[in-house]
């Protein structure tokens, strides 16, 4: 199966900062891509996602970057809150595909 | 309200038995898919269908069985050929040109 990783495996930040998490993927054909987050015990929850015609988008308090160039994609949450807490993962596909590939994910702990 | 259910919450099977988990989603989504997820561990594909009567394998298809005779119904049967089953199993739906939604998991541990 295709692969998606991430840079690193947990994160810690000081409540009010900024959070970046990152993620390579290895599908040039991916033209979709979803980050997803995941609370302790429960599914996944859908945060953001981007298209490959875009580099940039973003919703409430976070960015999604992507560069297709070295496939690499990004998750900035602004002013992070101890809600924020849980495991971040990157997923990708084809727009029209049937198969999604997730990373590892990330757990970010934010420090009140 | 739309979403997807799994059930239960939390499933303990014994040696040797065979356990179904259920998956209902109202959405009106066409793809469905069963993940387990291992401790610390990312997402990994069981079994996907992307229509009624249809399904494929993923990565991890060993030991576990699925049917789909009902768009909105995707059951999840672990089977006793399965010999490592404790997990955290999700199921996921997508519809046309969407992200895949989530239910909340069960968690199936053996006794």
């Known amino acids: 199966g295709e692969s998606v990783g991430l840079h690193l495996p947990t994160l810690s930040v000081q409540e009010g900062d900024n959070s970046i998490i990152n993620c390579a993927y290895s599908?040039?054909?991916?033209?979709?891509f979803i980050w997803y987050k995941q609370e302790s015990g429960k599914g996944p929850q859908f945060i953001i996602d981007i298209r490959s015609n875009m580099d940039k988008r973003q919703g409430q308090r976070v960015t999604v970057l992507l560069n297709k160039t070295v496939k690499h994609l990004s998750l900035q949450i602004a002013a992070t809150q101890p809600g924020d807490s849980a495991v971040y993962f990157c997923a990708e596909t084809h727009y029209t595909g049937n198969q999604f590939y997730f990373g590892t994910g990330t757990s970010l702990t934010v420090i009140p | 309200d739309g979403g997807i259910t799994q059930s239960p919450k939390y499933l303990f099977r014994k040696e040797g038995q065979n356990v179904t988990l259920s998956c209902e989603q109202n959405l009106n989504h066409d793809a469905m898919y069963w993940y387990r997820q291992d401790p610390g561990q990312g997402l990994r594909l069981i079994y996907y269908s992307q229509i009624v009567n249809d399904f494929q394998k993923g990565d991890i298809a060993e030991g576990y069985s699925v049917s789909r005779e009902k768009k909105e119904s995707f059951p999840l049967t672990v089977t006793s050929a399965q010999k490592n089953p404790t997990a955290f199993y999700l199921c996921?739906?997508?519809?046309?040109?969407?992200?895949?939604?989530f239910g909340q998991g069960t968690r199936l541990t053996v006794v």
């Open positions: 599908n040039s054909a991916s033209d979709y």
């Open positions: 996921a739906s997508r519809g046309m040109n969407t992200e895949a939604f």
